[in-house]
């Protein structure tokens, strides 16, 4: 009797573990404020693009976040450990079988050379955000953070 409760622990912890690896929306990291690393983007596309390019995503590295209150996001890779790095990024709601963008960005940072992604937004109480970051310019590591604000943040 043991061994098969073992059999199941491992058999469920498992199923777990890969249920938010961040390969699909469905099996998307569901995350909150702080900082993440991306290591590798290799999860599945989605035909819509949230940027203003007219181009075709790559593979997507996909996150979740709902929030409790209506509050402002703001997602960013526009940091000081990505200087090498160029990035997109697309925010989608509905639900993984019918995702709408929200909003979108590439090349909207200010650190090198503008080719870092940041975006703001209103989130709603009670709705998940998708982020999804795509490797169409490239597949190097790099960092994110999702910051919570009361108040839209200052224009720079």
């Known amino acids: 009797m043991r061994r098969f409760q073992f059999v199941l622990f491992i058999v469920f912890a498992t199923h777990s573990l890969n249920a938010q690896n961040g390969d699909s929306c469905v099996n998307s990291i569901e995350i909150s404020a702080g900082s993440y690393f991306v290591d590798e983007i290799t999860g ?3 035909s819509s693009n949230c940027t203003e390019l007219d ?3 790559g ?5 979740s ?3 409790d209150q209506n509050i402002y996001l703001t997602v960013t890779s526009d940091l000081d450990s990505n200087q090498n790095d160029d990035t997109r ?5 509905g639900d993984c079988d019918n995702l709408n963008c929200v909003v979108g960005d590439d090349d909207g940072g200010s650190l090198n050379n503008g080719f870092l992604s940041t975006a703001t937004f209103e989130a709603i109480a009670g709705v998940t955000y998708y982020i999804a970051w795509d490797n169409f310019w490239g597949n190097s590591s790099f ?8 108040t839209p943040p200052a224009s720079t």
Do not use: G, K, R
Not at 59 to 63: F, G, I, P, T, V
Not at 89 to 93: G, K, M, Q, R, S
Not at 143 to 150: N, T, V, Y
């Open 59 to 63: 593979d997507l590295q996909w996150y």
């Open 89 to 93: 990024l697309h925010v989608y709601d």
């Open 65 to 67: 976040y709902t929030s």
């Open 55 to 57: 181009e075709n995503n």
């Open 143 to 150: 960092d994110f953070e999702l910051i919570e604000s009361d």
């Open 44 to 46: 599945d596309s989605f």
